[in-house]
């Protein structure tokens, strides 16, 4: 089919649907004056909303769907509801009516919708899902964060690929480094599939880039500008790295309010500490990709606000725009041959999460 539209979005996924994605889409076609969005959801609930926001209504065309996937609802039983906006949305990228989709529902949802309704891109075993973080060097990109439970020496080596053309892509970079995560940094530390992983990676033609194993500390450090891990380790170092920013904002909030002295330092400490909140605001990282599929699928976090579910498809639109997958085509093609073949009794394994374990980041 001709593609008519560049993203299809869910208009009903999210806490504060649809009023935040039509809020969101508004800034969203600002920044994009050539975008064009397919709008699936409740058309009773759309038209007001639209009628509104003015700028989102001229960018907008809009597909009704009668039902919506809730944020509880089993991937398995949302696989059944081919109404729901979700689906909708999935099924046009899947018939080339659109080249991405974007979403802030049911995180596992989306992720079995877009396996088995777009598929994964020739080569690639298993999607992975990625985001960017701060750093203290910058933004910097990490993958997988949820996919896939376990993975074998494959799926590292594929998500090293993914992780430099999203870097690529996305922050612009023109050599991202490449770390594994591991539990040191000397060579012969971690098991099997993590060595192998590495040297399939520095006898490839990410060589100069892969910078080696990388350790914890070095996500916030910035040591490299992509970490590859499996998706459970990912998780657990991204769920770690939110409940750490949430302590540090809680004490601060503690020491700056326990006395007339502490209020005062603050008044003298607030321009530095607002270009802090800003730099370390969620809303700026908003918008967790599914890379490896045969489409741009791009998951904004459920309860975010305009702000960022706009920057959510602004990732969406520079993977779209800077031809994210057929750059991962290519990368692919480059490195294939490389790769050690793992069986399916390996005994590394490569289990997956499947679609009730995926987490949302």
Sequence with gaps: MTETF?????????DAAPDMVVAGLALAAERHPAARFLLVGDEAKLAPLLARHKRAAAACTVRHAPDKISGDMKP??????????????IDAVAAGEASGVVSAGNTGAML???????????????PAMAAIGPSARGDMVMLDLGANVACDTRNLVEFAVMGDVFARTVLGLTAPTIGLLN????ELKGDERLRQAADVLRASYLSKQFHGFVEGHDIASGTTDVIVTDGFTGNVALKTAEGALKLVGGLLRQVFSSSWAARIGYLLARPGLDRLREWLDPRRYNGAVMLGLNGVVVKSHGGTDADGFAHAVDVAMDMVVHRFNDRMREGLARIVSLQPAVGPNDATGSGTAGPNVAAAP
Aim: proline share 2%; net charge positive.
């Design 6 to 14: 560049t993203l299809a979005v869910d208009a009903m996924g999210g």
């Design 76 to 89: 398995t039983a949302a696989l059944r509801l081919r109404g729901a906006s979700m689906r909708m949305a």
């Design 112 to 126: 079995a919708l877009s396996k088995i309704f777009i598929k994964t891109l020739p080569g690639i075993d298993r």
């Design 183 to 186: 539990v040191g940094s000397e």
